[in-house]
């Protein structure tokens, strides 16, 4: 499966600041790993945005949010927004915020 370069380079640029960010082929798609542990990505032509379980109830109200169900069982904690959700710079900050909110206290692997 292809990925969206497009959506990809703009996570690449927005992440840019931030420490530790590397990238990995999962998916079929584009994982960015922040200290060893899964951020975002790209999957097809959506963002994939790791929320936590206590952020997904809130997650899933927003604009073209839905559960990240890629084998037939829903990932916990793990979000697919639309691409056309994130056309705007502040929608995908926003995203990688919460993905940040939920990462950044865990240790590093």
Request: net charge negative; with cysteine.
């Amino acid at each position: 499966m292809a990925y969206d370069e497009g959506l990809a380079q703009r996570l690449r640029e927005a992440l840019g600041d931030l420490p530790d960010v590397v990238e990995k082929r999962m998916f079929g798609g584009l994982a960015c790993m922040w200290r060893g542990n899964m951020l975002v990505g790209v999957m097809g032509d959506d963002l994939i945005a790791r929320v936590g379980p206590d952020g997904m109830a809130d997650a899933l109200k927003q604009p073209g949010a839905r559960v990240f169900d890629f084998t037939g069982r829903p990932m916990k904690g793990w979000v697919v927004v639309a691409g056309e959700a994130v056309g705007e710079d502040a929608d995908l900050a926003d995203w990688i915020d919460r993905a940040r909110d939920y990462v950044e206290p865990m240790p590093p692997k």
